[in-house]
C-alpha cells in the first residue's frame, strides 16, 4: 500500500497532489519490491508499454504462453536485449504486475494496462498510426476504457494534440445548440412579471417599533 512504502522510505512525489503521481508511486514501488535497479526498472517499463500495445492491437486483455514468449521473444531481438524470460516473467509476478492463470498472460490490475497503453501512446506519439489512436479514443471517450487511457495520457505526455482532441470532441456534442442568449432565452420568464414589486422601508424608532408588535 501506499503508507506501508512511505513507512519503507522509498523516495516519492505525493507532493504533486496528482492521482497520476500516486499511480507512478504503486508501480514503482511494486517494481523496486523485487530489488531492480534504475537500469532494469526503465528495461521493465519499456517491455511492459509493449506489451500492452501488443494486447491493444490484438483487441485482447491477455496472451497464452505460447503467444506471451514470441512476444517476449521478438522484443528482446528488436531491442538488442539479453533478458531472460523465466527471469523477467518470475520478477513480474512476484511484483504483482502481471499475473499468469491458466497458462495465460495479463496485467494483474486494469489500471496498469491502461497506464502502460498510455505510456507506450506517449513515448510514441509523433507517429501517425499512434496518434490515429488518439483521435479515436477522444471521439469514442464514453467508453471507459478509451477515458481511463486518456487520463493517463494526459498525466504521461504535455503534447498539445492530447487536449485538443479533448477539447475538439467535447465541442461536438453540442454542436447541434446554440449558445445561451440571457436576455432573449428568458423572455417568456420576464413576461410573468408586469411590475416589480417595492420593498419600502420605513425609519422609525426601535421604541415604535416594539409597542406596534404589542398591538
Request: proline fraction near 1%; charge should be negative.
Amino acid at each position: 500500500t501506499i503508507l506501508q512504502t512511505i513507512e519503507a522510505g522509498i523516495p516519492n512525489n505525493l507532493e504533486k497532489s496528482s492521482y497520476g503521481y500516486y499511480y507512478d508511486f504503486l508501480i514503482t514501488s511494486a517494481l523496486q519490491s523485487v530489488h531492480l535497479e534504475n537500469k532494469e526498472m526503465y528495461t521493465y517499463n519499456n517491455l511492459l508499454s509493449e506489451f500492452a500495445y501488443h494486447l491493444y492491437l490484438n483487441k485482447d486483455y491477455s496472451l497464452s504462453k505460447e503467444a506471451f514468449t514470441a512476444f517476449f521473444n521478438n522484443y528482446i531481438i528488436e531491442y538488442d536485449l539479453s533478458l531472460k524470460l523465466d527471469e523477467v516473467t518470475t520478477n513480474l509476478l512476484n511484483a504483482k504486475i502481471i499475473n499468469n492463470t491458466s497458462n495465460e498472460y495479463y496485467f494483474n490490475y486494469k489500471y496498469l494496462y491502461y497506464y502502460y497503453l498510455a505510456k507506450y501512446i506517449a513515448d510514441n506519439i509523433n507517429e501517425d498510426k499512434v496518434s490515429n489512436e488518439i483521435v479515436n479514443f477522444a471521439k469514442k471517450s464514453y467508453h471507459s476504457f478509451n477515458s481511463n487511457v486518456l487520463m493517463f495520457l494526459t498525466h504521461l505526455s504535455k503534447n498539445p494534440l492530447i487536449i485538443e482532441c479533448i477539447i475538439d470532441e467535447a465541442k461536438n456534442c453540442f454542436r447541434m445548440f446554440s449558445e445561451i442568449e440571457l436576455e432573449k432565452d428568458i423572455t417568456i420568464i420576464n413576461e410573468l412579471i408586469d411590475e416589480v414589486p417595492e420593498l419600502v422601508i420605513k425609519n422609525i424608532s426601535a421604541e415604535k417599533a416594539h409597542d406596534d408588535q404589542l398591538r
